[in-house]
C-alpha cells in the first residue's frame, strides 16, 4: 500500500487527531495530536507492518519562518521492512506543557532516542523507563537544541570551572607530593 | 591441609555482595570512550548500563549556525573510521531536500568511495574485534589491506580520515589513471585476503567458542531493539537501505545482501565477511562501468575546489567573500523537511533535515546506527560474562564519534 493511502485509512481511524498530511518530495508527514501517539504508532504497527523505527527526534519551532503548529514538534520516522513503505509522524507538544507519552512500550529502542530529546529540548515522555540525560555532561543546565539557547554562552560550564580549580590546587604539588614553591 | 571448596550463591537484585565495575570511559576494548557500569555477580553481569557522551560536540546544534556546505565536514568527525560514507550520506539527504541533480560519473564516484570505506571500517572492525577476543595476527594482516585503502584515500582527496571528499552536487576530485590502476590491483588481490583472515580464525577453535551463541538475538528483538546494519541481518532480517532505498549508482550494481541466520555474534561475523567479499564485486562492477562525464553538477550551489590555490589567493578580499556568498543567493533552499537514509558500515545513518528557505539548515537531526547499538548493549549485556561483554561491543561494532556526535 501507498504511504498516502495509509495516511489516509489513519485519518479516518483517527478524525480529530490528525489536523494535515502533507508531502514533501515524496515523503508523506502526517501532523498529529500527541495524546494518541501510542495508539497510532501502535496501530502502524501491527496493522501496516510498520516495524521499523528510523528515528525519533525533537523539533523546535520558535524562529521557523514557514507555518507550524505547536511550539514543539516530535517527529516519528516509521518504516515498513517488509512492504518499504516509509511514514512520518509529527507530533505537537505545546510549550506550556512540554509532554508526550512515551512510545518504549513498542519499541525498546525507542529508549534512548526519547532520553535524547529530553535531554536537548526538555519534552518530558510519560512513562518513560529511565528519563535521565544522555548526551550532555552532568550538571548541565538548559537544552541546548532550544532556539533561545546560544551557541556560545557567556559563562564557561561549572564542571570545568571546578577542573581548572583542581588543576591549581594540584599545581602545589610536584610529582612526590611534595609542596612546591610558588613565585 | 584441608581443601576448600568456593561455592558460587547468586545473590539477589540489590545485594550488597554484588561487585560494581566501571569498564571504561579509557579502556582499550570498548572502542573509544564508551563507559560502561556494571554490577556483578561473581563474573556474571547482572545490570549493565552503558554510558555515552564523553565525545559529544554538539554537532546538531552547530549545523544549524552553518551553511549546507559547511557541513560537510562535521560529518567526517562522525563516524571517523569511515568518514566517505558520512559524507555522501550528508550530500545525499541536502540533495534531495534541494532537489540538486547529480552527474552519473559522480554517482558512481560515490558508490566506489563508499565501498572502499566500508572494507576498510570493515577490516578495522574485524582487526579490533579479533584482538578483542584473543587473536593478535589477524589484526596486523587487516591492516596491510587497510592501509592500501588509506592511501588511496589520501591520493585521492588529500587525507586518510578526514575526507570531506562530496560536494552538494557532486565530487571534489576526479579519480587519476594511477587511482584506478591501483584500486584494480587491489581488488583483484583483495579476495586472497579475506580467505587469509578466514583461514586464521573461522577454524580456530577458541574464535567459535568465544562467538557461537553469544549475543543471540531474535529477528523480532533486534527490530525492536532498532538495531541496523550487519547487526540486524545477522539476525536474519533483510534490511540493506542500499537495496530498499537505492541511493547514488546503487540502483545500477549488482550484489547480495548476506543475511544470517542465527543472530549470534558468529553469525554478525559471518555477514560482514561476506559483504567484503559483496563490496570488492561493487568495486570491481564501478571499475569497469565508471562512465565518462563531468563531477559537479551544473545547478550545484556549492563551491568548487579551486584547482590552482595559489591563483585563487591573488583575488582581492572582496571578490573572494563573493565567492563565498554564492550559496546564499541561488535561491535553490526550500522549505520542507525530509528523511534520507543511508548504509554506512555500521548500519542505517540517517539525516532529517528541516530547511526554512535559508542557506542553513533549520534543524538537522542525525540518526546514527552506533547510538542506538550502545543503547541495545544495556539489554545484550544482562546475564552474560565479563569477557562475553568485549566479544559484544565488539560484534555490535561501535563507533563513538558517532555515538555522541
Redesign the interface.
Known amino acids: 500500500m501507498e504511504p498516502i493511502g495509509i495516511a489516509k485509512e489513519l485519518q479516518k481511524k483517527f478524525p480529530d487527531s490528525i489536523s494535515e498530511i502533507t508531502t514533501?518530495?515524496g515523503?508523506v508527514?502526517l501532523m498529529v495530536e500527541r495524546t494518541p501517539i501510542v495508539e497510532m504508532c501502535r496501530v502502524l504497527k501491527t496493522d501496516y507492518q510498520m516495524?521499523?523505527?528510523?528515528?525519533l527526534?525533537g523539533?523546535?519551532n520558535l524562529s521557523?519562518?514557514?507555518a507550524h503548529g505547536e511550539r514543539f514538534e516530535v517527529?516519528y520516522?516509521l518504516y515498513s521492512?517488509q512492504n518499504?513503505v516509509?511514514l512520518?509522524l509529527k507530533a505537537q507538544v505545546p510549550e506550556s506543557d512540554p509532554s508526550i507519552d512515551s512510545i518504549t512500550c513498542l519499541?525498546?529502542?525507542?529508549?534512548?532516542?526519547e532520553r535524547?530529546t529530553y535531554d536537548?529540548f526538555g519534552i518530558v515522555f510519560n512513562g518513560h523507563p529511565n528519563l535521565q540525560r544522555?548526551?550532555?555532561?552532568e550538571g548541565w543546565e538548559g537544552y541546548?537544541?532550544r532556539k533561545e539557547?546560544a551557541?556560545r554562552g557567556d559563562t564557561e560550564w561549572k564542571g570545568f570551572i571546578e577542573l581548572k580549580e583542581k588543576a591549581r590546587q594540584l599545581s602545589k604539588f610536584d610529582f612526590y607530593g611534595a609542596q612546591v614553591e610558588q613565585e | 591441609m584441608t581443601e576448600t571448596k568456593t561455592v558460587d550463591i547468586p545473590v539477589q537484585n540489590g545485594d550488597e555482595d554484588r561487585y560494581q565495575l566501571k569498564l571504561g570511559p579509557q579502556h582499550p576494548a570498548t572502542h573509544g570512550v564508551l563507559r560502561v557500569d556494571l554490577d556483578l555477580d561473581g563474573e556474571t553481569i547482572v545490570e549493565c548500563d552503558p554510558k555515552v557522551g564523553y565525545l559529544h560536540r554538539g554537532f546538531e546544534k552547530l549545523a544549524e549556525h552553518r551553511t549546507f556546505a559547511q557541513n560537510i565536514v562535521l560529518t567526517d568527525r562522525l563516524d571517523y573510521i569511515a568518514a566517505m560514507s558520512n559524507n555522501v550520506g550528508y550530500c545525499e539527504a541536502v540533495e534531495k531536500l534541494l532537489a540538486i541533480e547529480v552527474p552519473e560519473r559522480a554517482k558512481f564516484l560515490r558508490v566506489m568511495v563508499c565501498e572502499m570505506s566500508r572494507i576498510s571500517s570493515h577490516l578495522l572492525w574485524l582487526a579490533t574485534h579479533a584482538l578483542d577476543i584473543g587473536a593478535m595476527t589477524v589484526f596486523l594482516y587487516c591492516f596491510r589491506e587497510r592501509e592500501v585503502l588509506l592511501e588511496l584515500f589520501a591520493e585521492l582527496c588529500g587525507a586518510r580520515l578526514t575526507t570531506t571528499y562530496t560536494r552538494l552536487g557532486g565530487v571534489r576530485q576526479d579519480v587519476t589513471h594511477s587511482i584506478m590502476a591501483k584500486l584494480d590491483q587491489f581488488v583483484e588481490k583483495f579476495p586472497s585476503c579475506i580467505e587469509e583472515y578466514e583461514t586464521m580464525i573461522d577454524t580456530n577453535r577458541i574464535w567459535l567458542k568465544r562467538t557461537i551463541g553469544i549475543g543471540q538475538l531474535s529477528a523480532e528483538k533486534a527490530v525492536d531493539l532498532c538495531l541496523t546494519g550487519a547487526s540486524l541481518r545477522g539476525s536474519g532480517v533483510d534490511y540493506d537501505v542500499r537495496k530498499h532505498m537505492p541511493y547514488a549508482a546503487y540502483d545500477k550494481m549488482e550484489f547480495e545482501v548476506p543475511v544470517g541466520e542465527t543472530g549470534d555474534t558468529y553469525a554478525r561475523y559471518r555477514c560482514r565477511m561476506e559483504e567484503l567479499r559483496q563490496s570488492n564485486y561493487i568495486l570491481r562492477q564501478c571499475i569497469d562501468m565508471m562512465p565518462p562525464g563531468p563531477i559537479v553538477g551544473n545547478d550545484a550551489p556549492d563551491l568548487v575546489m579551486p584547482i590552482k590555490p595559489g591563483k585563487q589567493l591573488e583575488v582581492d578580499v572582496h571578490a573572494g567573500n563573493a565567492l563565498f556568498n554564492l550559496i546564499e543567493d541561488r535561491n535553490v533552499f526550500m522549505e520542507g523537511d525530509i528523511y534520507v537514509a543511508t548504509e554506512v558500515p555500521k548500519g542505517e545513518l540517517g539525516f532529517y533535515f528541516i530547511s526554512d528557505g535559508l542557506g542553513r539548515p533549520y534543524r538537522m537531526h542525525i540518526r546514527s546506527p552506533s547510538f542506538l547499538h550502545i543503547g541495545a548493549l544495556g539489554t545484550m549485556g544482562k546475564g552474560v560474562m565479563v569477557a562475553d561483554l568485549i566479544a559484544i561491543i565488539g560484534t555490535l561494532d561501535v563507533v563513538l564519534g558517532e555515538c555522541d556526535r
Open positions: 514533501h518530495r515523503q508527514a516495524n521499523h523505527l528510523n528515528c527526534c523539533v523546535d521557523r519562518k514557514m517527529v520516522q521492512i518499504r516509509t512520518r519499541w525498546s529502542g525507542a529508549n534512548w532516542l535524547e536537548f544522555i548526551l550532555t555532561a541546548p537544541l539557547y551557541l
